[in-house]
């Protein structure tokens, strides 16, 4: 196809995240004394922003969003990325696309720092140009933001570009950036949710993508 910049989310679409999110958020939650919040529809909190998912899922007050967010980075670093692993199949896909002389990057609205550590953790760093993701001060956690800086980071252009990812976060992103979608179904997001974006292509399994990319 027409693609050369190959931009994969990372939560659901690269690895197997949900119990390391879940058990972080919950660990978060509980050192703050929040009770009733529902964390068993990963698709309310994989993919979103953490500070949105602290705010309108599980209704933190602003004053205690900056405690939660040290709070869950350090559940996360110290716990939660030890309970990733890579999706069955995705190592050799992307050594199948960097073999084609293609530019792979990371497009992750996890913090930047923690997204290298995980994708190092998951043996997949040697197989990726950049790994683009959200910084602190919110400037940049956004899927629109994200998509053009890791698109910049591999040094090429929007129109050369494909987003892959399992939610309509990323489909989002991907239509407001003008940058063609293929959703991964095999991850935690909602076809249904997708599809309003009108995706170029579906996968069911990791090695679809590279018949399709």
């Known amino acids: 196809?027409?693609?050369?910049?190959?931009?994969?989310?990372?939560?659901?679409?690269?690895?197997?995240?949900?119990?390391?999110?879940?058990?972080?958020?919950?660990?978060?939650?509980?050192?703050?004394?929040?009770?009733?919040?529902?964390?068993?529809?990963?698709?309310?909190?994989?993919?979103?922003?953490?500070?949105?998912?602290?705010?309108?899922?599980?209704?933190?007050?602003?004053?205690?969003?900056?405690?939660?967010?040290?709070?869950?980075?350090?559940?996360?670093?110290?716990?939660?990325?030890?309970?990733?692993?890579?999706?069955?199949?995705?190592?050799?896909?992307?050594?199948?696309?960097?073999?084609?002389?293609?530019?792979l990057a990371v497009c992750t609205s996890k913090l930047e720092l923690t997204a290298e550590i995980v994708v190092e953790e998951l043996g997949l760093a040697d197989y990726f140009d950049a790994v683009a993701g959200s910084n602190r001060n919110s400037t940049r956690k956004d899927k629109k933001d994200l998509i053009p800086y890791a698109v910049e980071r591999l040094g090429g252009s929007l129109d050369e570009a494909v987003m892959l990812g399992d939610t309509w976060y990323d489909a989002k992103g991907a239509m407001e950036c003008g940058v063609d979608f293929i959703a991964c179904s095999y991850g935690y997001g909602k076809d249904e949710d997708m599809a309003k974006y009108n995706p170029v292509a579906w996968v069911s399994s990791t090695r679809e993508i590279a018949d399709i990319v």
């Open 1 to 103: 196809m027409k693609y050369k910049y190959i931009l994969f989310d990372l939560d659901g679409t690269i690895s197997q995240s949900a119990e390391g999110i879940r058990y972080s958020l919950e660990k978060t939650l509980e050192s703050l004394g929040v009770t009733g919040v529902d964390l068993s529809d990963y698709t309310k909190y994989i993919g979103p922003p953490l500070l949105d998912t602290l705010k309108n899922l599980c209704k933190l007050p602003d004053e205690l969003c900056d405690e939660g967010y040290e709070l869950y980075k350090n559940f996360y670093a110290e716990k939660g990325k030890l309970l990733n692993k890579p999706y069955d199949g995705i190592k050799e896909v992307l050594s199948e696309l960097r073999s084609r002389g293609l530019k």
